[in-house]
């Protein structure tokens, strides 16, 4: 090559580069500034949340409790039932709502509960949140891509993931390779991959739910919870043995998943919004401390004590160790209802 | 590895970077065979031996075909190019379906014998690269083309990435001369191709892959729906399978031209074609090239009788039905094109041809008969059996309730009217996108590539050719 051509070509190839920077910068600029648009107009025939989002919107000046949490509430919590408790028993005419889904936990639960503290809703009064000791979140494939497994994603609640599978003890490539499809997801979401489409649907199923989700009315629901239990009921052994850990020895609660906890309880006060911890009637190896440094302790409504709640471990009220059965449902719900009151008791007289 | 896959992005970048930056075209070449390895391993890396046996086979036989001294000893390495590759499919593709046939066509004789069948799957693009090695060893036996010597350069020619698995069908003709010295990075045409690459995702994941969302049901189960639908189905699917191949193919070009290659065109607005020969000469046109050059001319071609050139094209496109796969409604297909084939060669020798030409608008009526035969057989190619076909068309005399949505017609319009723009106004639109400002268009690339990415179904459908 003469000295002629070589200048040619360094100079052809620094031009090069200046045009593959500044059209990538254009292009990132273009598809950024597409993707927030046609995402705005995906919201608008499909919000986010699914329907119990438009449920609380449309009855916005109803709801003055919110239940949230995974199955240990969808299946152990009956909101009707807690109303009738408040009011009749109470004095405290309350309209309840339950927000819970399978598996509601972690990052996922984080964006729930931000989410619910931004909706207008001027009743609200508190928000009871089951933590759900124990829950390993986890993205299975037969889940991928469906609507509730993308519309969480988003860059703040990938951060929560990633610093949640890197603290685990595992081998890198194994906690990458978990972290994986929440990154593919946080790119689809971003990027508004496939929202055009009504595809996208079950927001509260995952793609292959379980039975119980597949209920289409409360009867069916009500049907496949006895006939779990009565299959339970002839492994009481199994039942008991869970208990009797639990009695002899409880682990320490997770620090993280503690200040996640007062996190949330700060930013509902700032709303005005009163915030307390379930832990459910699960039998899970595991505490909750109440006690946050350089805060008020958290409000914990704790059922996870077979002794302290002889009645929900009682082997008929379950249909397996950790979800109840119709009758277990109404007496946790009654025993919810009975704590909230006390609470709001305690709130009320200072 | 999909071209529409997260995976093939860092994949290509670096394919990208390495190809331009390597010293050395042969370092450079030896990249590109290698990169095309793993991009086939990541399919099952079981492939490779077959893909590697496949080359080393066909290399040698070449050599011994040019070092050969009587014409009875190239025939001879040109037959054993054929058995090995011929072979190949015959064991992958077509073995259980003609045991099974022969099975069945023994039963009609009242001779009853166990179908011997074997569990194997079928390599992704052995349809493909087979072709393509026999069409090199049949050059060279020809004497069209000098052997190639390097094997490096051969086994790339065979192997290279983007056409490996679904096309085109390059001939070593003009794939072989671009391997003599590396084209300059600063002859790549980056607008081009990047634009016919975002083309052909639109038209494979939104348009081909929401279609079949659509319409897979009506096949599935032809009796649950009405006659509106039945046709909605066939004409969908006919725009899918467009869709699909002409975007899988898009991509190819687009990646090969984006590290300086360049593959042939295999699609020209076929739906526009007035009759039977020219959608040949317009749909997957390195297939039929193919049959073209190595089947029909090797029977004989034009230059036989009349019956016999009929009989050429019936056989022809009736292997070429079964090269698509192996079920008789392949078989028929490619029988009704060869028909049809032969049909339109027999009408356009009489005087009555010369006569229809002159009748005004003879040529949009010629266009709608044409494109309804191509729909119809379409609906056979899809269908997987001869029989769920026969439901279909049934269904279509029997009117019934609609229950698809009527709008994908809308849609189907939109397509055509948009592609006969597209052929239309092509030079401008390539004029245009070569004086825009690099920043304005790079920013209105990155617009449409948020549209697709926003039209994408979500679960991945892989392309419809990879099946053949």
Partial sequence: MTQGSEIDSKAWLRRFWARLLVGSVAFVLGLGAAASSLRAVANVYAPPGGEKITYLLEHADEIDVIVMGSSIINVGFRAKQFEKRMREDHGRPLGAYSFAMGRLVGAELDFYVRRILELPLPKLKWLLIDVSLDQKPSMQEKNWYSRRELEWQTPRQFSMVWSQFMAREEPLRSRLGKIWPYGRHLAMNVLAIGRALPALEGFDRRNQPTDFSLASSEDERVAIKEAKAAQYRARPAEHWAAAQRLRTKRRPGRDRTNALAAAWRDAAKERGVEVAFILGPTMKNAAFPAKVEGGADLRIFDYNDPSANRRLYQLEYHYDPWHLTEAGAKIFTRALADDLDAAMDALEQR | ?468
């Fill in chain 2, 1 to 468: 590895m999909l071209f529409t896959e997260p995976v093939f992005l860092p994949f290509f970048l670096l394919c990208f970077a390495l190809r331009w930056s390597l010293r050395g075209w042969g370092t450079q070449k030896t990249f590109l065979w290698a990169a095309s390895y793993v991009f086939y391993g990541a399919w099952d890396a079981r492939f490779l031996l077959l893909l590697a046996g496949s080359t080393v086979v066909d290399y040698f036989v070449a050599r011994n075909i040019e070092a050969a001294t009587t014409e009875a000893r190239r025939r001879a390495w040109v037959v054993v190019c054929l058995c090995s590759n011929l072979g190949l499919l015959t064991i992958f593709k077509y073995y259980n379906f003609f045991t099974s046939s022969a099975v069945t066509l023994l039963g009609v004789f009242g001779v009853e014998v166990p179908t011997p069948t074997l569990q194997v799957v079928l390599p992704v693009g052995l349809s493909f690269f087979t072709f393509q090695s026999i069409s090199y060893v049949v050059d060279v036996y020809r004497r069209r083309l000098p052997v190639v010597r390097n094997f490096r350069d051969y086994a790339l020619f065979v192997a290279f990435f983007p056409q490996l698995v679904a096309g085109p069908i390059m001939r070593a003709a003009d794939y072989i001369p671009q391997l003599v010295t590396s084209s300059r990075l600063r002859d790549v045409d980056f607008r081009r191709h990047l634009a016919v690459f975002c083309l052909g995702y639109l038209k494979k994941t939104c348009f081909a892959d929401n279609i079949a969302h659509v319409i897979d049901p009506v096949f599935a189960k032809p009796a649950d729906y009405g006659a509106a639908d039945v046709l909605l189905a066939g004409a969908g699917y006919s725009v899918q399978i467009y869709c699909d191949f002409s975007g899988y193919t898009d991509m190819a070009i687009a990646v090969a031209g984006l590290l300086g290659f360049t593959l042939c065109k295999n699609f020209d607005a076929p739906y526009f074609s007035r009759n039977i020969q020219e959608f040949w000469r317009r749909w997957h046109i390195s297939l039929s090239t193919w049959l073209r050059d190595y089947l029909y001319i090797s029977m004989g071609g034009g230059r036989v009788s009349e019956p016999k050139i009929y009989r050429n094209l019936i056989v022809t496109m009736l292997l070429g039905g079964l090269w698509h796969g192996a079920n008789m409604t392949f078989v028929l297909w490619g029988l009704a094109h060869g028909l049809a084939l032969a049909v339109t060669r027999a009408f356009s020798k009489t005087r009555a041809a010369a006569a229809w030409a002159r009748v005004p608008g003879s040529g949009v009526i010629s266009w709608c008969f044409t494109l309804i035969w191509v729909v119809v057989l379409f609906m056979l190619f899809r269908c997987e059996s001869v029989t769920s076909f026969v439901a279909m068309l049934r269904q279509v005399a029997h009117g019934g309730e609609r229950l698809l949505d009527a709008r994908l017609w809308l849609v189907i319009v939109a397509l055509g009217l948009g592609q006969f723009a597209f052929h239309r106004y092509k030079e401008e639109l390539r004029a245009l996108t070569q004086r825009a400002p690099v920043p304005f268009y790079a920013f209105a690339l990155g617009i449409a590539c948020a549209v697709a990415l926003f039209l994408t179904p979500i679960a991945n459908r892989p392309f419809i050719y990879f099946q053949f």
